[in-house]
Nanobody, 119 residues
Framework: QVQLQESGPGLVKPSQTLSLTCTVS??????????WNWIRQPPGKGLEWIGS???????YYTPSLKSRTSISADTSNNQFTLQLSSVTPEDTAVYYC???????????WGQGTPVTVSS
């Protein structure tokens, strides 16, 4: 049973960097052919894929956020992180981490963690 857990500050000030960590248990983030993803849902809106890191370490980002997004992995602690710089109130959302197999569905999700961008 794979479990994912998001952690990080729930309040970030405008212009600062949002930093979240996803801790994975029950499976290794180096397991072949899995993408480890960050997805968010702003209030009243749908899910938005932010980006992912593949088991090889390759990263992928949505074009609208690419310039200020960085995803990295800490294989020793079986974690991957999201850094979103220069945040604005429009970045307020519930942030999720999730696993996706190549050519497959998002099979495991974290519970989500709310992040509010406000001064």
């Amino acid at each position: 049973q794979v479990q994912l857990q998001e952690s990080g500050p729930g309040l970030v000030k405008p212009s600062q960097t949002l930093s979240l960590t996803c801790t994975v248990s029950g499976g290794s983030i180096t397991t072949n052919y899995y993408f480890w993803n960050w997805i968010r849902q702003p209030p009243g809106k749908g899910l938005e894929w932010i980006g992912s890191i593949y088991y090889t370490g390759n990263t992928y980002y949505t074009p609208s956020l690419k310039s200020r997004t960085s995803i990295s992995a800490d294989t020793s602690n079986n974690q991957f992180t999201l850094q979103l710089s220069s945040v604005t109130p429009e970045d307020t959302a519930v942030y999720y981490c999730a696993r996706k197999g190549s050519g497959s569905l998002y099979d495991y999700w974290g519970q989500g963690t709310p992040v509010t961008v406000s001064s």
